[in-house]
């Protein structure tokens, strides 16, 4: 049950919403110490479009290519709607007593836009037009353009590209920015704002629109050198990379910067009436849904490393010290908090890979035996699993299902399990699959360390913390003491801690984290004996992670295959037709 309000008259609370893959979470939280009042769920009606376009958005049933992955914006908006004064009413807070709000969202996410920020896919004739909708972070169709920028980037020598490991990924702004415009240049010319979701909501909730710092770092190349202005890739380059894609920056991506903690501005009327909250209280600035994590779990330290674990896995920390780390996903000074070089690195695929495995690889006798035993396919799952020595089960797998994000960056690659044979059961290739997220991190973090960031603690927070298998598996794989956040609704806290920042109740993230934030310390240690017998195993990751990551092609043209057979079936049943 949650914490009941104290009812003292001077009490004040926040609201933190954070925006997921497939749903949106928002909780009610006490300024004072960060209990966590009330908190409300609302799913996506239309959750991710994968394969077409809905024929009652579209007009008609629009099939998408391959690796497409577009959201609803009003999706986003019905969670203010509904999660929120949800989250409220369970509370038992009275709604004048909330002083601020503040949103996470996934990235990067992209919302083509107009100038007073209507998506395009809401504007009348453009709702049959992919591009018109939102881009999701895992939309990984960018690639191509994404490969052009990282090799332009290398012969150009440009200053930025270390920064992000000497890669940046098909995910982000500048790569899906470009396949916008070469595949669809009447849409992009229409667009007057490339906005990150992370920022659209906040604009749906002050009206207006203030690009939040971390995204910019991140997922925009927005760096600074040697004192000088903040700067994103020149104009120059980007003329390079397509001729009239030059103004990119200048026409679409570029707008006053928003510091993490600070103010973008106040709830509107239209959106009061959503959510059930005061008029006129503070709206804070965008943030991530992995960085605004890091202060909920107390770690605002150098050295203590964040992996928010859900459908993918983001690992983010800050650290006194600047250093080129190899396949990171970016390093922004203040970033995360102010004062410190803030570090992102991360798996495109975990919860997902385990939750397609559930969904396709499970024969019916073991969803019978879960039922009769009381239990989900997971926990069945879960729990064979753990009846195992290490490497009982005789494999080993690379977890590429949805790509690979750090260090690699090449979301080309896919999954692969090694050493099946008839003896082979469900159990095993599904601990196997969750090892192989463990060795996952286990590379991200044996790459930080020998680049010269340190890592000292391992803390996680999403919902995967509760499969304590699965902790134990990375606190043995990785040898670091793991600690978990001490909430279920980690990111949407980290959120209300922001807010309360943005409302003036505490100075600084950090000062608001130590009252607010919540962790429980070293619940996992590692076993020695079994941490040198994933040595064993991990020897084996490696070896199949740099063939198929670096040494060869296969998988890369194991897709274009695929690309060519379904354009090939696609133009075949519009032929039919």
Same mark, same amino acid.
């Given at each position: 049950?949650?914490?009941? +309000?104290?009812?003292? +008259?001077?009490?004040h609370?926040?609201v933190g919403?954070?925006y997921g893959?497939l749903?949106g &979470?928002a909780?009610?939280?006490?300024v004072?110490?960060?209990?966590?009042?009330?908190?409300?769920?609302?799913a996506y009606?239309h959750?991710v479009?994968?394969?077409?376009? /809905?024929?009652?958005l579209?007009?008609?049933?629009?099939?998408?290519?391959p690796?497409?992955?577009?959201?609803?914006?009003e999706?986003?908006?019905e969670?203010l709607?509904?999660?929120?004064?949800?989250a409220?009413?369970?509370s038992?807070?009275d709604?004048?007593?909330?002083i601020g709000i503040?949103?996470d969202?996934t990235?990067c996410?992209m919302v083509p836009?107009?100038?007073?920020?209507?998506?395009?896919?809401e504007?009348?004739?453009?709702?049959d037009? /992919?591009h018109?909708?939102?881009?999701?972070?895992?939309?990984?169709?960018?690639?191509?353009?994404? %490969?052009?920028?990282n090799?332009?980037?290398?012969?150009?020598?440009?200053?930025w590209? /270390?920064?992000?490991?000497?890669?940046?990924?098909?995910?982000?702004?500048?790569?899906?920015g470009l396949?916008?415009?070469?595949e669809?240049?009447?849409?992009?010319d229409?667009?007057e704002?490339?906005?990150e979701?992370?920022?659209?909501?906040?604009?749906?909730?002050?009206g207006?629109y203030?690009r939040? !710092?971390?995204t910019a770092?991140?997922?925009?190349?927005?760096q600074?050198?040697?004192?000088? %202005?903040?700067?994103? /890739?020149s104009t120059?380059?980007?003329?390079?990379?397509a001729?009239g894609?030059e103004?990119?920056?200048?026409?679409?991506v570029?707008h +006053?910067i928003g510091?993490?903690?600070?103010r973008?501005g106040?709830?509107t009327?239209e959106?009061? *009436?959503?959510?059930?909250?005061?008029?006129?209280?503070a709206?804070?600035v965008g943030?991530v849904?992995?960085h605004?994590?890091?202060?909920a779990a107390?770690?605002v330290?150098a050295g203590q490393? @964040? !992996?928010?674990?859900?459908?993918?896995?983001?690992? @983010?920390m800050s650290?006194e010290?600047? &250093?080129?780390?190899? *396949?990171?996903?970016?390093?922004? %000074?203040?970033g995360?908090?102010?004062?410190?070089w803030?570090?992102e690195?991360?798996?495109?695929g975990?919860?997902d890979?385990?939750?397609?495995f559930?969904?396709?690889?499970?024969?019916?006798?073991?969803?019978?035996?879960?039922?009769?035993?009381g239990?989900?396919?997971?926990?069945?799952?879960?729990?064979l699993a753990g009846?195992?020595?290490?490497?009982?089960?005789?494999l080993?797998?690379l977890?590429?299902?949805? *790509?690979n994000?750090?260090?690699?960056?090449?979301?080309e690659?896919?999954?692969?399990? @090694?050493g099946q044979?008839?003896?082979?059961?469900a159990?095993d290739v599904?601990?196997?699959?969750?090892?192989?997220t463990?060795?996952?991190?286990r590379v991200?973090?044996?790459?930080?360390?020998?680049?010269?960031?340190?890592?000292?603690e391992f803390?996680?927070?999403?919902?995967l913390?509760k499969?304590?298998?699965?902790?134990q598996?990375?606190a %043995?794989?990785?040898r670091? +003491?793991l600690?978990?956040?001490?909430?279920?609704?980690?990111?949407?806290?980290?959120?209300?801690?922001?807010?309360?920042?943005a409302?003036g109740?505490?100075?600084d993230?950090?000062?608001a984290a130590?009252?607010?934030?919540?962790?429980?310390?070293? @619940?996992?240690?590692?076993?020695?004996?079994?941490?040198?017998?994933?040595?064993?195993l991990?020897?084996?990751?490696?070896?199949?992670?740099?063939?198929?990551?670096?040494a060869?092609?296969t998988m890369? &043209?194991l897709k274009?295959?695929?690309r060519?057979?379904?354009?090939?079936?696609?133009a075949?049943t519009?032929g039919?037709?």
């Amino acid at each position: 049950m949650p914490d009941a +309000p104290t009812g003292q +008259p001077d009490e004040h609370y926040v609201v933190g919403v954070d925006y997921g893959t497939l749903s949106g &979470r928002a909780v009610v939280v006490r300024v004072s110490d960060g209990a966590e009042l009330g908190t409300a769920v609302h799913a996506y009606p239309h959750a991710v479009l994968e394969r077409s376009l /809905p024929s009652h958005l579209a007009g008609s049933e629009r099939r998408l290519p391959p690796e497409w992955a577009l959201q609803v914006p009003e999706d986003y908006r019905e969670v203010l709607k509904v999660a929120v004064p949800a989250a409220l009413a369970a509370s038992g807070v009275d709604p004048a007593r909330v002083i601020g709000i503040a949103t996470d969202f996934t990235a990067c996410t992209m919302v083509p836009t107009l100038g007073d920020g209507t998506p395009l896919n809401e504007v009348d004739g453009l709702q049959d037009r /992919p591009h018109a909708y939102v881009k999701l972070w895992k939309h990984h169709a960018a690639q191509g353009q994404a %490969d052009r920028i990282n090799q332009l980037a290398r012969d150009r020598g440009e200053a930025w590209l /270390p920064r992000y490991g000497g890669l940046i990924s098909s995910e982000w702004e500048f790569a899906k920015g470009l396949q916008l415009f070469e595949e669809d240049r009447e849409l992009y010319d229409r667009m007057e704002h490339w906005v990150e979701a992370a920022d659209w909501i906040v604009w749906q909730l002050c009206g207006d629109y203030v690009r939040n !710092a971390c995204t910019a770092g991140y997922k925009g190349q927005l760096q600074t050198f040697d004192g000088q %202005d903040a700067a994103y /890739p020149s104009t120059a380059f980007l003329g390079e990379l397509a001729d009239g894609f030059e103004a990119f920056v200048a026409d679409k991506v570029e707008h +006053p910067i928003g510091r993490l903690g600070e103010r973008a501005g106040t709830l509107t009327a239209e959106a009061a *009436g959503w959510t059930g909250l005061p008029e006129g209280i503070a709206v804070a600035v965008g943030n991530v849904d992995a960085h605004v994590s890091a202060p909920a779990a107390q770690a605002v330290g150098a050295g203590q490393m @964040v !992996a928010i674990m859900g459908t993918s896995t983001c690992h @983010v920390m800050s650290a006194e010290v600047l &250093r080129e780390v190899p *396949g990171m996903c970016g390093v922004v %000074d203040g970033g995360i908090v102010e004062g410190l070089w803030g570090y992102e690195a991360g798996q495109s695929g975990v919860g997902d890979i385990f939750g397609w495995f559930v969904d396709h690889g499970v024969p019916a006798s073991y969803t019978e035996a879960a039922a009769a035993a009381g239990e989900s396919v997971h926990e069945h799952l879960t729990r064979l699993a753990g009846e195992q020595e290490i490497g009982e089960h005789g494999l080993v797998a690379l977890d590429w299902h949805s *790509g690979n994000r750090s260090v690699l960056v090449d979301h080309e690659l896919s999954g692969l399990v @090694v050493g099946q044979t008839l003896a082979t059961r469900a159990e095993d290739v599904y601990r196997a699959l969750l090892e192989a997220t463990a060795f996952g991190t286990r590379v991200i973090v044996e790459t930080f360390r020998d680049s010269g960031v340190p890592v000292e603690e391992f803390i996680v927070a999403g919902g995967l913390q509760k499969n304590a298998l699965l902790m134990q598996i990375y606190a %043995d794989v990785t040898r670091l +003491p793991l600690s978990v956040i001490d909430s279920d609704q980690g990111p949407a806290l980290g959120s209300a801690i922001h807010a309360a920042v943005a409302a003036g109740a505490y100075d600084d993230v950090p000062a608001a984290a130590k009252q607010m934030g919540k962790v429980r310390r070293h @619940v996992f240690v590692p076993d020695e004996a079994r941490a040198a017998a994933y040595d064993e195993l991990f020897e084996q990751y490696v070896a199949l992670h740099d063939h198929f990551g670096r040494a060869t092609t296969t998988m890369r &043209r194991l897709k274009a295959i695929r690309r060519d057979a379904v354009a090939r079936r696609a133009a075949a049943t519009e032929g039919s037709r």
